[in-house]
């Protein structure tokens, strides 16, 4: 009986196995934490990233809703011969006439090469946004004809920081300390101040009296002071889309069809935009129509499609970047973006492996190990009415 008894007391665990079980746990739960750290460091870096673009796409989304508003509003009318143009001369042709502009390219050729702040592209358009400056007094109608454009800007102020926040000359303690950045604007010209058709005429004498300027109301004739004069005066009506954006890149195009079409039956022909500029009023169609070719001519017409593309950064790498870059002229230089993007048809890469523009300007963010991504769509203007023809 007590050999019986002694056998059924020694059922158990040992201290060896209690030992070996004790480890298991631990080192389980060890895996655990490890498993549960890195699953948390994950999701914290995947929602960082997405909150640090979320502006970007925000942005580009809103960008290219408005870019889709174009308009033109074109119209046939008479054209009398080269010199006379009384009711009693007989019309020489119908010719498609348009008040309104669409211009795009890159910004050194529409502001001007001096000008070292505006990087890559922009675009600039009319669209019935009802933008008005003072709705009390101007009222709100939604179908009001307004500037609006977008590019880029270089600078160390943020034009959406309120007046309170700004820093002073010489304030050595900011309460918002100037950031170099590269930012996407929007320019939004209030309808009451609509400019496309303003030109201010000299002061002239008449009866030894001086007559003060005065301003009147017609097309600019291929001006570019319908969108330069508003975006580069003292105080113009541009906010901030979006912080980080280092490059924009506007090309418009003919739809995939009409594009066929033109490559099938000559294969070397030039594309809509080659050196991405597009001016509606650009290749006057007049006596030497026959040096334009009628399939590009964007005389008084919106391209059917504009393909935009947007590279942006994320913060920390923006503020390594502004680190090493005093001026805008040395960040454009540290990004080296200036040499990329001027011929369309280096945009994307080659078929016989030669790396695109984006692809080569991609590798350089990389170099300076900036963390970025690229948005890209291809709006379709729904204004556009493409047409071969220029005259009846």
Same mark, same amino acid.
């Given at each position: 009986?007590?050999?019986?008894?002694? @056998?059924?007391?020694?059922?158990?665990?040992?201290?060896?196995?209690?030992?070996?079980?004790?480890?298991?746990?631990? #080192?389980?739960?060890?895996?655990?934490?490890?498993?549960?750290?890195?699953?948390?460091?994950?999701?914290?870096?995947?929602?960082?990233?997405?909150?640090?673009?979320?502006?970007?796409?925000?942005?580009?989304?809103?960008?290219?809703?408005?870019?889709?508003?174009?308009?033109?509003?074109?119209?046939?009318?008479?054209? &009398?011969?080269?010199? @006379?143009?009384?009711?009693?001369?007989?019309?020489?042709?119908?010719?498609?006439?348009?008040?309104?502009?669409?211009?795009? !390219?890159?910004?050194? %050729?529409?502001?001007?090469?001096?000008?070292?702040? &505006?990087?890559?592209?922009?675009?600039?358009?009319?669209?019935? %946004?009802?933008?008005?400056?003072?709705?009390?007094?101007?009222?709100?109608? *939604?179908?009001?004809?307004?500037?609006? !454009?977008?590019?880029?800007?270089?600078? =160390?102020?943020?034009?959406?920081?309120?007046?309170?926040?700004? /820093?002073?000359?010489?304030? #050595?303690?900011?309460?918002?300390?100037?950031?170099?950045?590269?930012?996407?604007?929007?320019?939004?010209?209030? @309808?009451?101040?609509?400019?496309?058709?303003?030109?201010?005429?000299?002061?002239?004498?008449?009866?030894?009296?001086?007559?003060?300027?005065?301003?009147?109301?017609?097309?600019?004739?291929? /001006?570019?002071?319908?969108?330069?004069?508003?975006?580069?005066?003292?105080?113009?009506?541009?906010?901030?889309?979006?912080? +980080?954006?280092?490059?924009?890149?506007?090309?418009?195009?003919?739809?995939?069809?009409?594009?066929?079409?033109?490559?099938?039956?000559?294969?070397?022909? *030039?594309?809509?935009?080659?050196?991405?500029? &597009?001016?509606?009023?650009? +290749?006057?169609?007049?006596?030497?129509?026959? %040096?334009?070719?009628?399939?590009? +001519?964007?005389?008084?017409?919106?391209?059917?499609?504009?393909?935009?593309?947007?590279?942006?950064?994320?913060?920390? =790498?923006?503020?390594?970047?502004?680190?090493?870059?005093?001026?805008?002229?040395?960040?454009?230089?540290?990004?080296?973006?200036?040499?990329?993007?001027?011929?369309?048809?280096?945009?994307?890469?080659?078929?016989?492996?030669?790396? !695109?523009?984006?692809?080569?300007?991609?590798?350089?963010?990389?170099?300076?190990?900036?963390?970025?991504?690229?948005?890209?769509? +291809?709006?379709?203007?729904? !204004?556009?009415?493409?047409?071969?023809?220029? @005259?009846?």
């Amino acid at each position: 009986m007590k050999n019986a008894h002694f @056998s059924r007391s020694r059922k158990g665990f040992t201290l060896v196995e209690m030992l070996i079980a004790t480890s298991l746990i631990v #080192l389980l739960l060890l895996f655990l934490v490890a498993m549960t750290d890195s699953t948390a460091k994950t999701w914290k870096y995947a929602s960082s990233k997405t909150e640090q673009f979320q502006e970007a796409r925000i942005a580009f989304d809103a960008m290219t809703r408005r870019l889709s508003e174009a308009t033109l509003n074109t119209y046939w009318d008479v054209e &009398y011969p080269s010199g @006379s143009r009384t009711p009693a001369t007989t019309p020489s042709r119908y010719i498609r006439k348009s008040e309104l502009r669409f211009i795009s !390219g890159p910004m050194n %050729t529409l502001v001007g090469g001096g000008v070292t702040k &505006y990087p890559t592209h922009g675009v600039f358009f009319q669209a019935p %946004t009802g933008f008005v400056g003072n709705s009390v007094n101007n009222g709100s109608l *939604t179908n009001l004809l307004n500037t609006s !454009g977008f590019f880029l800007e270089i600078s =160390s102020t943020d034009p959406n920081l309120p007046p309170f926040l700004e /820093s002073e000359s010489g304030d #050595l303690n900011p309460v918002v300390p100037p950031r170099l950045r590269s930012r996407l604007m929007e320019l939004r010209e209030p @309808s009451e101040k609509f400019s496309v058709y303003q030109v201010t005429q000299p002061e002239e004498k008449k009866d030894d009296e001086r007559v003060p300027r005065t301003t009147i109301f017609r097309p600019l004739s291929g /001006s570019l002071a319908w969108f330069t004069t508003t975006l580069t005066s003292a105080n113009p009506p541009v906010r901030r889309l979006a912080d +980080n954006v280092v490059a924009l890149i506007i090309l418009p195009k003919l739809t995939p069809q009409d594009e066929l079409a033109r490559v099938t039956k000559n294969p070397g022909a *030039t594309p809509l935009a080659k050196g991405y500029v &597009y001016d509606s009023y650009a +290749n006057v169609y007049d006596s030497d129509a026959t %040096t334009v070719d009628p399939e590009i +001519n964007p005389k008084n017409q919106l391209p059917p499609v504009v393909q935009v593309t947007m590279v942006a950064i994320d913060e920390v =790498s923006a503020a390594r970047l502004a680190a090493i870059s005093q001026t805008a002229n040395q960040l454009r230089e540290n990004l080296k973006v200036d040499r990329f993007f001027t011929d369309s048809t280096r945009l994307a890469d080659q078929a016989n492996g030669t790396a !695109g523009d984006l692809t080569q300007f991609q590798a350089e963010l990389n170099k300076l190990k900036l963390t970025h991504r690229v948005f890209t769509t +291809n709006v379709s203007i729904r !204004g556009a009415k493409w047409s071969r023809a220029q @005259s009846e």
